[in-house]
C-alpha cells in the first residue's frame, strides 16, 4: 500500500515527443472533436487508444531499437482499449532512449466498477507499459540481464490516496520471424516461471496473410485480439475474487457489506 505519485505528461509534451521521435502529427481542426485525417494507422490506433498513447505507439515503431511491429502495436492497441470504459489514459514515466512510457487508466472508466460496487469509494486501475523493461533477477531462476516484454499490464486497487498493485499480466505478439526454436523454449521457460510467480504470459501467435483475402485477414485477427482481450480480462476478475474471503463478510441492518477481511491485506478498504 502507497500513495502513488507520478508526472503526468501533457499533450504538448507528448507531441513535442513524438516529433523528436519522427512521427508527423496530424492536424487539429480547431472547433471540431475529431482529428482530420493524415494517417490511416493513426486513424486506426486513436479511435482505441487516444491520441497521446497512439502518438507514443507510433514512435515506438520508428525507434530502431524497439522490437515493436505493426502488428503487434495493432494488437496491444485492441487488447488495452478492452481495460477502459474510455479510450482516455494518462501517460507517465515518460523517457527516451529508449523509448519508455506508461499508459494509466482513469479509476471512473474501470472495467471492474459493477464488480466492487458493494465497496465504498474503491475503484482499480490498470497501468499498462509496452516494451517494458524486466530484469532476470526478479525471476524465480535468476540470473543477469533484462528482456524486453511486448507488453505488461498492472491492475491497482485504489480507496482515497491508497493504492495496492494486486495483480501483473503480461502479453507478447509473436511475431512472423519468432518462431526460432532456441526464442520459443526461452519463452517457454520464461513464461513458466512468471506464471509461477502468478503473473500469467498471454501470446498472440502472427497470422500468416499469404494466400488469405485481406477482409477474412483482418476478421481473424480482430477476433483473436478480441480472444486474448476477454482473458486477460477474466483473469484479473479472478485475481480480484481471489482475494475477498466472503465467509468473513459483515452486513448492517440494511443488507450492506459493513466490513470484509481479505486474504492480503487490503485492511485499508475497510475505512
Not at 476477454?230 to 459483515?250: A, G, M, Q, V
Not at 452486513?251 to 450492506?256: E, I, L, P, R, T
Request: charged share 25%.
Amino acid at each position: 500500500m502507497n500513495r502513488l505519485q507520478q508526472i503526468k505528461a501533457s499533450y504538448d509534451q507528448v507531441e513535442c515527443f513524438a516529433r523528436e521521435c519522427g512521427v508527423s502529427l496530424p492536424s487539429i481542426c480547431i472547433g471540431q472533436p475529431d482529428i482530420i485525417k493524415d494517417s490511416k494507422f493513426y486513424d486506426s490506433l486513436s479511435p482505441q487508444i487516444g491520441h497521446k498513447s497512439t502518438l507514443l505507439m507510433m514512435s515506438l515503431l520508428n525507434d530502431r531499437r524497439s522490437h515493436a511491429s505493426r502488428e503487434g502495436v495493432e494488437a496491444i492497441a485492441r487488447i488495452v482499449s478492452r481495460l477502459t470504459l474510455a479510450p482516455v489514459f494518462d501517460i507517465i514515466n515518460l523517457s527516451k532512449e529508449p523509448i519508455r512510457f506508461t499508459m494509466q487508466t482513469l479509476p471512473q472508466n474501470s472495467i471492474f466498477s459493477e464488480d466492487l460496487d458493494f465497496l465504498r469509494d474503491t475503484f482499480t486501475y490498470f497501468q499498462i507499459t509496452p516494451e517494458s523493461i524486466e530484469k532476470h533477477i526478479n525471476l524465480p531462476q535468476g540470473g543477469r540481464g533484462k528482456y524486453k516484454a511486448d507488453l505488461r499490464i498492472d491492475l491497482f486497487i485504489i480507496k482515497k490516496n491508497c493504492h495496492l498493485n494486486l495483480a501483473t499480466t503480461f502479453f507478447e505478439y509473436d511475431g512472423a520471424h519468432h518462431f526460432i526454436e532456441s526464442s520459443v523454449r526461452n519463452d517457454k521457460y520464461r513464461d513458466s516461471s512468471l506464471a509461477s510467480m502468478g503473473a500469467p504470459t498471454f501470446r498472440m501467435q502472427h497470422i500468416e496473410k499469404k494466400g488469405i483475402e485481406k477482409e477474412k485477414y483482418k476478421q481473424k485477427f480482430n477476433s483473436l485480439c478480441e480472444h486474448h482481450a476477454k482473458n486477460i480480462i477474466e483473469n484479473f476478475r479472478k485475481k480480484i475474487y481471489d482475494h475477498f474471503n466472503p465467509t468473513y463478510l459483515i452486513y448492517d441492518d440494511n443488507g450492506v457489506p459493513s466490513q470484509i477481511n481479505f486474504k492480503l491485506d487490503l485492511s485499508f478498504l475497510n475505512k
